[in-house]
């Protein structure tokens, strides 16, 4: 019997908001312990959450970015649990009633286009962090960091579209990208701003209804989400293969071991006992708020691609990398439009420097000017790197350096016939070879010139010249 895995995932993206949801406390990253907390974030008694309008603005982005419905009103609900890094015992969310409804998002995976759904967008508050150290009393302590209660959460909860580990990387990596555009989410999943749990499940192939399904939590990389899945499959696959049920729990990735184990059984939503938060108005977002919000969403990763190979004539991979980073993208466009020949050597001299392009440290100039000197011969390809290098390192224009350094190439056909002249006349017997028919000489010659010149002559035009010459 042959088995289909069916996987759905819900990704949490912190919104990159300078203050948490519900107070005015910042929510930096690797301030000292408990120093970004205040009497609303650590739960104290007596004080009301106020729900910060940027966070509601970067949810609705997002869900019109991935053609969500956002909904008119939606509603802050508690979902109670006690988790020592939780001092309210309950973490707002939204549940009945989220924020967004029914969008999708486009990949491309194992070579063709799919439509992913979204089920639904929410906003929610994260929890504090336990950090596991010392000792108290003799047994093994633990200390509480509520730094991070309230740090504002966006739910991104998937259909279960999701058929192969190939499509769930491509989902996750264009979700992010998405999210990066849109300057909602910095996108770090090291440092856990991107998180994703996968839903898997495998039924015989061909049957309509899903198997049940686990949980994987803890993958802090895309690699590790695609090689989570894909044990994951395999493991659900041989316990049905070997006569066992798949129990619906959720299970914890072991990168190191490269295994899954489980962690606990998997909790129903009513063990929640979620209800409507009594402390916050039901959500109501004015229609023209949206509008005014579509007006900013920027050109999309899918919308980029497709227009960078549509219009420079690049590669579907040359202009994925450039689309990596919206500026990285803008930066070639810079240069192109500062000269406009072969794009595609202008692209890879953007993806060659993307580092240093990133870091702020070339202008387009630098490739406009490098890329246009290489085209007209003024340059050899090795001058050019280590101008572009030099470049880097001072600040410095391109061509200054380029006149400076000397490193301009004869080109000129005129300039070099006389020191082709002088070579063969010294290379006589050479000369009679090749005219004989060892044409392999060709290269002898260039090199003598190439000595003649300090490597200074095009190459390119010195066997042109050659060539007439030796007739
Ligand atoms: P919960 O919080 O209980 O995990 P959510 O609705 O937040 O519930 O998320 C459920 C996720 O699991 C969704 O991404 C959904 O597509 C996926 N899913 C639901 N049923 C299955 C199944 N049988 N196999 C795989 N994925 C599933
Ligand atoms: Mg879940
Ligand atoms: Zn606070």
Known sequence: MEFEAVI???????????????????????????????????????VLPVLNRRVVEFAIRTALATSCEVQKKSVFARKNYFYPDLPKAYQISQYELPLALAGHVDIEANGRMKRIGITRIHMEEDAGKL???????????????????????????????????????????????????????????????????????????GRKEFGTRAELKNMNSFRNVEKAIEYEISRQTELIEDGGKVVQETRLWDAAAGESLSMRGKEEAHDYRY?????????????????????TIPELPAEKIARLTAAYGLSKYDAELLSASRALAAF?????????????????????????IASGKLSP?????????????????????????????TGRPIRVIRDEQGLTQVSDAGALEEIVSRVLASNQKEVESYRAGKSGLLSFFVGQVMKETRGKANPRVVQEVLRKKLG
């Open 131 to 205: 950090v596991h150290e010392g000792e108290f009393a003799g047994a093994q302590a633990s200390l509480a960091d509520l730094n991070r209660c309230s740090v504002p959460l966006m739910e991104i909860v998937s259909e279960p579209d999701i058929r192969t580990p190939e499509e769930a990387g491509a989902y996750l990596r264009r979700l992010r990208d998405i999210l990066v555009y849109l300057e909602v989410c910095d996108g770090n999943m090291e440092e856990g701003s991107f998180r994703c749990d996968a839903n898997v499940s495998v039924r015989p192939k």
């Open 8 to 46: 759905g995932l819900e990704v949490h993206a912190q919104l990159s908001t300078q203050s948490k949801i519900f107070c005015a406390c910042s929510t930096a990253f690797g301030a000292p312990p408990n120093e970004n907390t205040c009497p609303v974030c650590t739960g104290m008694p007596g």
């Open 275 to 295: 209800f409507p938060d009594p402390d916050l108005l039901p959500l109501v977002v004015d229609g023209a708020w949206v509008e005014e919000l579509r007006k």
């Open 332 to 356: 070639f466009e810079a240069s192109s439009a500062l000269f406009g020949g072969n794009h595609k050597v202008t692209a890879n001299e953007c993806i060659q420097w993307k580092e240093s």
């Open 365 to 393: 100039e630098t490739i406009a000017h490098a890329v246009e000197d290489r085209e007209t011969g003024a340059i050899s390809a090795t001058a050019s790197k280590k101008l572009v290098e030099i470049a880097i390192e």
